[in-house]
């Protein structure tokens, strides 16, 4: 695909005249989102989606407060980096961020975190940020939290939030940069959930090979946009690019034909069943996640991390994530059984070592 799309076009000028790929993959996102989601900004990369949904959120509520989560990431851009949690990342920069972010706890499930209580936290701080002359705009959410350690929210956190954004005077926003394109076992993770948001940012696996992303909104909320009267107020040079629109429109063709969405759930059974012995034999104080976007953490970072430099000794690529010390275990949903299995009894062999196989 994208080497017939380099032969035909290679380049259509941002958002001047948009070449007939980029309509039919705009045509094509509006078809796989989830409800009233049918409206798309394209941008570069995941920070691209969450900054064209920021700005949606100012246009739309006149508010340019932000409600973002503990262990969040959005990207590294000035805009996704100011509701991106870690301070490593933040702190360089500090005094160029929006000062008006807030964050609040984000309730991990495996460790029987009560909603409620996240609920409460999220509503003070809405009530003070409005006290205080700087009210909320957009109250910005993974999901399922990915870097920040593979973490599904408590049941009731995403429906409650929606509960809080009336889509007028705030917006609910989920990031779905990692969950999205059926990682989770659905083409997005907050089809699971029963809870739409009112703009949705997508990217990694989009194209799967190059820079390419979407914020999708509603209708209703996109039309906060003003029409261009020659110049937009929101493009780049090589917006919507038609080989990297071509990649995403194979990309998703490849998921539909293959079963990748029930592949990822299958796959994903497998591995929650096999990562909750490892609990079982006190390898792991817990396992986390869904689908294809799991993990385990473990009691420390220093564990993590050696187990992550073990494995790739013997041919597995892994990471730690959150504080460091849960290992995800995120595969692609075109791997082998036999692979997958390889994998599994790798990560296994680290983890509870036998003395009589030599590990």
């Known amino acids: 695909a994208i080497a017939r799309q380099s032969a035909r076009l290679a380049h259509g000028l941002g958002d001047v005249y948009p070449p007939d790929i980029k309509v039919r993959l705009l045509e094509k996102l509006a078809e796989i989102a989830p409800g009233e989601l049918a409206v798309s900004i394209l941008g570069s990369d995941g920070a691209d989606a969450v900054e064209a949904a920021l700005k949606t959120a100012v246009l739309r509520t006149g508010r340019t407060g932000v409600l973002a989560f503990q262990g969040a990431y959005h990207g590294l851009s000035y805009g996704a980096l100011s509701t991106t949690w870690r301070t490593d990342f933040r702190s360089p920069f500090l005094h160029q961020l929006n000062p008006g972010v807030h964050f609040a706890p984000y309730p991990d499930a495996a460790q029987g975190a009560m909603a409620a209580d996240a609920l409460d936290a999220v509503t003070r701080i809405l009530d003070e940020a409005a ?44 990031d779905e940069v990692y969950t999205g394109m059926g990682r989770t076992g659905a083409w997005f993770a907050c089809s699971g959930t029963g809870v739409l948001p009112d703009v949705m940012a997508i990217g990694k696996a989009l194209t799967g090979s190059l820079p390419l992303s979407a914020a999708i909104g509603t209708p ?91 494995l790739l000794q013997r041919g597995i690529l892994i990471l730690a994530e959150g504080d460091g010390s849960t290992l995800a275990i995120t595969p692609p949903a075109c791997i082998t059984d036999e692979q997958l299995a390889f994998a599994l009894d790798e990560i296994e062999a680290v983890l509870l070592p036998d003395p009589n196989r030599g590990d």
């Open 220 to 310: 209703d909320v996109m039309s906060a946009w003003p029409p261009s009267h020659g110049e937009a107020i929101h493009t780049s040079t090589f917006l919507g690019n038609p080989i990297a629109c071509a990649a995403a429109l194979a990309q998703i063709a490849e998921i539909e034909e293959c079963g990748y969405l029930e592949r990822a759930s299958a796959l994903g059974a497998r591995i929650s069943m096999r990562t909750q012995t490892w609990v079982d034999r006190g390898a792991a104080e817990c396992r986390r996640g869904i689908g294809l976007m799991q993990g385990v953490q473990l009691n420390s970072p220093a564990r993590a991390l050696s187990a992550a430099t073990d």
């Open 131 to 174: 006290r205080a002359g700087h009210p909320i705009g957009a109250i910005m959410v993974e999901p399922v939290q990915g870097r920040g350690g593979l973490i599904e929210p408590s049941p009731g956190f995403l429906s409650g939030l929606r509960a809080l954004c009336d889509g007028r005077s705030r917006i609910l926003i989920f």
